[in-house]
């Protein structure tokens, strides 16, 4: 699985942003794609996840309302829009891919990740 994440950049608060991952190397079967973020020295954060089987999604609290995940129709390349985006969402934000997600939702924790993309909100 590749995953290369893209669209970081420099925002002010209460700006957008729109994330792209674009994903290839897997076959479309029971796994998810989602975003997740970590600062150097710091414990990871699942972000939004997107699960192939029933096609749901997942946020974290602190994104739901007002992050969307989407993806385009031949799952190559999946978004994270974010929207009025705050100083503490700065941090390098990771596409990541869960394996085995029959159930048809995905958790939040992946087991493959490319390079980051870094974020910054200035107040």
């Known amino acids: 699985v590749q995953l290369q994440a893209s669209g970081g950049g420099l925002v002010q608060s209460g700006g957008s942003l729109r994330l792209s991952c674009a994903a290839s190397?897997?076959?479309?079967?029971?796994?998810?794609i989602g975003w997740f973020r970590q600062a150097p020295g710091k414990e990871r954060e699942g972000v939004a996840c997107?699960?192939?089987?029933?096609?749901?999604?997942r946020y974290a609290s602190f994104a739901n309302g007002r992050f969307i995940i989407s993806r385009d129709d031949s799952w190559n390349t999946v978004y994270l829009q974010m929207n009025n985006l705050q100083p503490e969402d700065t941090n390098v934000y990771y596409c990541?891919?869960?394996?085995?997600?029959?159930?048809?939702?995905?958790?939040?924790?992946?087991?493959?990740w490319g390079q980051g993309t870094l974020v910054t909100v200035s107040s």
């Open positions: 997107l699960s192939f089987v029933g096609d749901n999604t």
């Open positions: 190397g897997f076959i479309l079967d029971d796994y998810a």
């Open positions: 990541g891919f869960e394996h085995d997600v029959r159930s048809g939702h995905c958790s939040l924790m992946f087991d493959n």
